[in-house]
Nanobody
Framework: QVQLVESGGGLAQPGGSLRLSCAASGSINGINVWSWHRQTPGKQREWVAQISAAGNTNYAASVQGRFTISRDSAKNTVDLQMNGLKPEDTAVYYC??????????WGQGTQVTVSS
């Protein structure tokens, strides 16, 4: 059974930084695509960033140039470095893993609050 656990959320001031981490337990052999998503109350979950099995990265326009997704395949972890945080980045952040295009796993979410 694969489980994802996020960490690193918290409170940051506008312009500050936070680093989120997502660790997978269990066997995740296969072609893996990792992504981060976020959700605020009353809104649909929003895709933020993705890293493909080949290491290619893509970002939502709203975070391009400020956020960086990276992974450590040996440790089965994926991180999201968030710089230049804005109040509108406030959300619960979720990591997602899609294995071999079939098996989908979500983390439980971690709260990020950007406020002065």
């Amino acid at each position: 059974q694969v489980q994802l656990v996020e960490s690193g959320g918290g409170l940051a001031q506008p312009g500050g930084s936070l680093r989120l981490s997502c660790a997978a337990s269990g066997s995740i052999n296969g072609i893996n695509v990792w992504s981060w998503h976020r959700q605020t109350p009353g809104k649909q979950r929003e895709w933020v960033a993705q890293i493909s099995a080949a290491g290619n990265t893509n970002y939502a326009a709203s975070v391009q140039g400020r956020f960086t997704i990276s992974r450590d395949s040996a440790k089965n972890t994926v991180d999201l470095q968030m710089n230049g945080l804005k109040p509108e980045d406030t959300a619960v952040y979720y990591c997602k893993l899609v294995r071999s295009g079939v098996h989908v796993h979500w983390g439980q979410g971690t709260q990020v609050t950007v406020s002065s």
